[in-house]
């Protein structure tokens, strides 16, 4: 990311966060298309480096969504 603006790498930061809550474990063309288009709506300036490596990251995270549905499961017994 160009610059020191800390509010700039502050929405980064939350960009990637929700990315993640949204499509951990997902493709990373997938995440790579969302954060793009949510840099772009902010009006941030990522380097395509950067976006790449947050990508790579999140499609890299374990799916916590088969934890969720194997809990859910388990109070069916």
Do not use: F, H, Y
């Amino acid at each position: 990311m160009d610059g020191d603006n800390a509010s700039d790498q502050s929405k980064w930061e939350g960009i990637i966060a929700q990315t993640r809550a949204d499509l951990e474990g997902q493709r990373a063309e997938q995440i790579r298309s969302a954060l793009s288009q949510r840099v772009r709506d902010a009006k941030l300036d990522v380097s395509s480096e950067e976006i790449d490596r947050a990508s790579t990251e999140i499609a890299m995270a374990p799916n916590r969504g088969d934890l969720l549905s194997r809990n859910s499961e388990g109070g069916r017994e």
